[in-house]
């Protein structure tokens, strides 16, 4: 009788032992479970940083796009004023070329 009860206070030793190795286990599984979803959220967190910065990167290539955009018309106008200021001042010499050349032919008569 009493080395069935020892039988028994060991099995049932080994089976507590057994217990707290798979509370173990679980516990480690559960850990491990935590750092894989703080793992896969930083990298959600990165990605959507990414997204954030690409998008960012867009807008700054679309301004640049308008600004140059811009500069070209500037340009466009400042050829053209360059133009009618030259067409202004030949017409200027022209007409002065002319007030002399009358004034020449009326000192002459």
Do not use: S
């Amino acid at each position: 009788m009493r080395e069935r009860e020892e039988k028994t206070w060991r099995q049932e030793e080994k089976m507590r032992e057994q217990e707290e190795m798979i509370r173990e286990q679980e516990k480690k599984i559960w850990e491990q479970e935590k750092m894989m979803q703080e793992q896969e959220e930083k990298m959600w967190e990165q990605e959507e940083k990414m997204w954030e910065q690409e998008e960012k990167m867009q807008e700054q290539e679309e301004k640049m796009r308008r600004q140059e955009e811009k500069m070209r018309e500037q340009e466009v106008r400042l050829r053209e004023q360059e133009e009618k200021m030259q067409e202004q001042e030949e017409h200027l010499e022209a007409a002065i070329y002319r007030a002399h050349d009358k004034k020449a032919k009326t000192i002459n008569m």
